[in-house]
């Protein structure tokens, strides 16, 4: 199949090339995480357009080759008139650029973009869940009351027959009621990395372990369990040093307070610095990567670069995490909620280098099997293709 010859949306221009466009909520979310998957659609002679609130990174997703159109939402807001706003707008710029897909990233997209799809007459969809957010980590009956209607609205009016599912672990399909194997279903590995661009790097020197959180600064991310098994770990003689990189997201509401934030700082070896750029100089920095997540990932991106780099990686056992680290090879998984059992293990890691440089190593080769940015590029062309082929 060439791109010439695939049908476009109804009312598109005949003789173009087929145009996806991508919703998300945030022009950074889409720079930090998702720019590899515009690049394969360019590879495939696809127009690209990328439908997203525009803050700092316009040029960055620009320089892929796509257009980027703004749209003001803010995703804090639950206002049921604020959405059907949304909506309403969205669905305006869907009339008007009639992609023949549209891709949307992460949950809030696909229920604002599915509606807004379903109204534009875009058939041809992706439902692109990177994993339930907070609502993932809610193991109270308001978690379950949300997952079920969440559920029930993607598998029910959003839905058709030409929908495809992304995922990035099978634990989400599995939430969504479909199977790994199901035909409409891909799953990829995260976003993918660029192996050239995360390095291994010699160990930091130094009797003291280095521990570093990189996430956003979370209730959810479990950055407190982190800190508090720093404690648990120095108080049994361990020499530990923790550093937490990362800002609270003020549209999130499980933002850690800065305040909180600079009281963690204030404590013996713990630092906070804060939002980074340079993820691959923390890595050279480090010798452990922590991620104490409550739940609710896709497949952290923050465990593939720090992977990437060759380091020991230590999380806990919820949906995503458990996907790439292998407990006792790449690094070693903790209950989720347990300070005391991360604590155990940076114990152990702190008198134990040989076994921290063996999971770094074995975080490489992890990486290299199926999680770089070409793996994902692969699966999410094969995808396109089979959605553009598919005739109305």
């Known amino acids: 199949m060439t791109v010439d010859s695939v049908p476009h949306a109804d009312g598109a221009p005949v003789g173009r090339a087929p145009l996806l466009a991508f919703l998300i909520t945030e022009d950074w979310f889409f720079a930090s995480h998702f720019l590899p998957m515009a690049r394969?659609?360019?590879?495939?002679?696809?127009?690209?357009?990328?439908?997203?609130?525009?803050?700092?990174?316009?040029?960055?997703l620009e320089a892929t080759g796509a257009r980027v159109i703004a749209l003001e939402a803010e995703r804090r807001s639950l206002n049921p008139l604020a959405v059907l706003a949304n909506v309403?707008?969205?669905?305006?710029?869907?009339?008007?650029?009639?992609?023949?897909?549209?891709?949307?990233?992460?949950?809030?997209?696909?229920?604002?973009?599915?509606?807004?799809?379903?109204?534009a007459g875009v058939a041809r969809r992706v439902?692109?869940?990177?994993?339930?957010?907070?609502?993932?980590?809610?193991?109270d009956a308001l978690g379950t009351h949300a997952a079920r209607a969440i559920r029930a609205l993607v598998r029910g009016p959003l839905e058709n027959a030409r929908t495809r599912y992304l995922f990035e672990n099978p634990d989400d399909a599995a939430g969504l009621d479909l199977a790994p194997d199901d035909p409409r279903v891909v799953i990829v590995g995260g976003a993918g990395v660029d192996p050239e661009q995360f390095t291994p790097a010699p160990q930091p020197g130094g009797p003291t372990l280095r521990v570093a959180v990189v996430a956003r600064m979370l209730w959810s991310k479990g950055v407190d369990l982190a800190v508090e098994a720093t404690r648990l770990a120095q108080a049994r003689g361990a020499d530990v040093?923790?550093?937490?990189?990362?800002?609270?997201?003020?549209?999130?509401?499980?933002a850690i307070p800065e305040q909180t934030l600079r009281e963690w700082n204030a404590r013996p070896g713990v630092t906070w610095h804060g939002r980074t750029s340079d993820i691959a100089g923390v890595w050279r920095d480090h010798h452990v990567a922590l991620l104490p997540s409550r739940g609710g990932e896709g497949l952290p991106r923050t465990l593939l670069e720090a992977a990437a780099c060759g380091r020991a990686i230590v999380t806990t056992d919820v949906p995503g995490c458990r996907l790439f680290v292998r407990d006792g090879v790449e690094g070693f998984i903790a209950p989720p909620d347990d300070a005391a059992a991360l604590a155990d293990i940076l114990v152990r890691l702190a008198g134990d280098r040989d076994r921290v440089l063996a999971c770094g190593a074995a975080a490489r080769e992890r990486l290299l099997s199926g999680f770089t940015e070409r793996h994902v590029m692969a699966r999410v062309k094969a995808m396109y293709a089979d959605l553009l082929d598919a005739r109305p």
């Not at 707008?89 to 009339?95: D, E, H, P, S, V």
């Not at 937490?244 to 003020?250: N, R, S, T």
């Open 40 to 60: 394969a659609a360019r590879e495939m002679g696809l127009d690209v357009i990328i439908i997203t609130r525009v803050r700092e990174h316009r040029a960055a």
């Open 88 to 119: 309403a707008r969205l669905t305006a710029i869907l009339k008007r650029e009639k992609p023949d897909i549209l891709h949307m990233v992460a949950l809030r997209s696909i229920l604002v973009g599915g509606a807004a799809a379903r109204r």
């Open 127 to 139: 439902f692109a869940l990177t994993g339930l957010g907070f609502l993932g980590a809610r193991k």
């Open 241 to 254: 040093a923790l550093s937490l990189y990362g800002a609270p997201d003020p549209s999130n509401p499980r």
